[in-house]
């Protein structure tokens, strides 16, 4: 800084540059950027004239989330009106709009395309237009596709025609998001032929899906494919399924797939068809019986299904193998030098919880037994616990983290424990202590005190030894209660007690942890 400058307060504010204040709100949501401007007439201008702006009618609804009386509507119009009038007199660039309404609130068609329109005229990069619900009364204005300047559009719960003279002019767009939109796939594919830099595209629940034959297309695609189902409610309640066949996208990173139909022959060739892919998502997909992918390349799989399927994988840099789901998939994966994670959820509604059940529980994590597991199991209903004698001499797979959700009586929830004990051997158990006025607080604290009681006792103060009652937990032999401190970041010891005191209730929801130290009993493959 130069000899004689200095940087003065101004009613004992150090100003900042605008650009600096306007980037701080950028990165907050609309409702949270304007409260900023009570800050000071600095923060105020900022806002006032910030390149991001957020038109949300959810900020003038009634307390408790109340639809808008009328009085309410028109005054969300007005606001919107007289906001986009301040930047078109003082001729700004709007980078990033935002524009969220309700759709069967008044004459709403008019002003959305209003509003829509003015954006496009300044310039802006980045669109995001949302109706709630949908209706495909509102058509997308057609200066939108027109618009050379746009990088990114999502539209959610509208209608998208195809241009008047069948032309697409926002070529510079790279990001393009249809969700619950009414669409042809003829409109689609104008986008797509038109835009050669789309890096991203998700298409859900819109009228009609695309079936991707052109490969000069589909060498444009790159970096990140969403492609998600349509489900369309016809007026008789009938649901229409289109199944998407993907061909060549040689540049694709990511692909996500949602409630599709694949074909029995789209995992051949996996990669050839894609050779950079590096994360893939199958949600709720149907069509084939099993899963076999051979690449190089894939370092995340995601799956979710609830039937029970074959899945083989030759994966040499896996780095995170994800599954969600309430049955076991018969798992078979190439061995991997390199160190990966396995994050597994599973939701159980049985009635009768049987050693059967147990056996596969513990047959899928062997499985796994290569990778850090980390399992999330919910169970609901009231079960009863078949007798697991034949469980019991088996190998115990390591389970680096467990969570567990018990929707039952304490007495199932105990033996489910003792149960669960004999599967696989759990390092970290980590639960949330919720406050008594929460309503999801009676159940759960129920299940940590179980877990509290049933792992250990005090025999002296500040000294905890495991509990010799329970067989299954015989080789057991140090346990430790932490609690998470939010603001330090950081785990800290907690008496096991204050977990049974009613009246240490926390003020609000914390995460606790059970660290488990077991005899050591090695695995092998089942």
């Known amino acids: 800084m130069e000899k004689g400058k200095r940087i003065e307060a101004i009613n004992a504010e150090i100003p900042l540059p605008e650009g600096i204040i306007q980037h701080i709100q950028s990165l907050l949501s609309g409702k949270q950027a304007a409260q900023t401007s009570i800050l000071s007439k600095s923060w105020y201008n900022a806002w006032l004239t910030s390149p991001n702006l957020h038109l949300d009618e959810r900020n003038f609804q009634k307390r408790g989330g109340e639809s808008p009386t009328p009085q309410i509507a028109d005054g969300f119009s007005e606001f919107a009106k007289k906001t986009m009038q301040r930047y078109q007199t003082l001729n700004l660039k709007i980078e990033k709009f935002s524009l969220w309404m309700k759709s069967n609130e008044g004459d709403r068609n008019s002003l959305a395309s209003e509003l829509i329109v003015k954006a496009v005229k300044m310039s802006v990069n980045d669109l995001k237009f ?28 509208c209608k998208i025609d195809r241009p008047v003279d ?14 619950r939109v009414y669409i042809g796939d003829d409109v689609v ?4 032929s038109s835009c050669p830099l789309i890096e991203k595209l998700l298409l859900s629940e819109c009228e009609c899906l695309i079936d991707i034959k052109d490969s000069t297309v589909a060498r444009r695609m790159s970096k990140v494919l969403s492609l998600r189902s349509p489900t369309i409610e016809q007026n008789v309640g009938s649901v229409v399924d289109r199944p998407i066949k993907l061909s060549e996208f040689r540049n694709l990173k990511s692909l996500f797939l949602e409630k599709i139909h694949i074909d029995r ?41 609830t039937r029970t399927f074959k899945a083989t994988f030759d994966v040499p840099s896996i780095r995170k193998f994800k599954l969600s789901g309430s049955s076991f998939p018969n798992l078979s994966f190439t061995p991997v030098s390199r160190e ?21 529980l513990g047959k899928f994590l062997t499985k796994l037994s290569p990778s850090k597991i ?10 009863k616990i078949d007798n697991v004698g034949d469980i019991q001499d088996l190998p115990k797979p390591v389970v680096e983290n467990l969570m567990l959700s018990i929707h039952s009586s304490s007495s199932v929830c105990s033996a489910l424990l003792d149960s669960l004990f004999w599967s696989f051997r759990p390092r970290v158990i980590t639960q949330y202590w919720f406050p008594r006025s929460y309503i999801a607080a009676k159940a759960n604290n129920e299940l940590l005190e179980l877990l509290c009681k049933t792992l250990i006792r005090q025999e002296r103060e500040n000294c905890c030894i495991p ?16 609690i998470f401190e939010e603001t330090l970041g950081v785990w ?22 059970f660290q488990l130290r077991w005899r050591e009993e090695p695995i092998t493959s089942i």
Request: charged content about 20%.
């Open 467 to 482: 509990n010799q009652n329970i067989i299954s937990l015989r080789d057991l032999e140090e346990v430790n209660v932490e």
């Open 374 to 383: 980390s399992l999330s199991i919910v169970f609901f209903l009231e079960m």
């Open 265 to 305: 022959l789209y995992f051949r060739d996996f990669t050839l068809k894609f050779p950079c892919l590096e994360d893939l998502t199958l949600w709720c997909c149907y069509g084939y019986s099993g899963i076999n992918i051979s690449s190089p390349s894939l370092q995340c799989i995601s799956l979710a299904q």
């Open 492 to 513: 800290r010891c907690l008496p096991w007690e204050t977990l049974l005191d009613a009246s240490s209730s926390p003020g609000a929801r914390r995460k606790i942890r």
């Open 166 to 179: 069948g032309k697409v002019s926002c070529s510079g767009l790279k990001s393009l998001i249809l969700r």
């Open 130 to 157: 949302e109706f709630h619900p949908p209706t495909e009364t509102f058509v997308l204005p057609r200066e939108v596709l027109g618009a050379e300047t746009l990088i990114g559009l999502s539209v959610i719960g």
């Open 340 to 360: 990966w994670v396995s994050e597994i959820s599973i939701k159980c509604s049985c009635f009768l919880l049987s050693a059967s059940w147990l056996l596969k």
């Open 189 to 192: 594919w104008d986008i797509i």
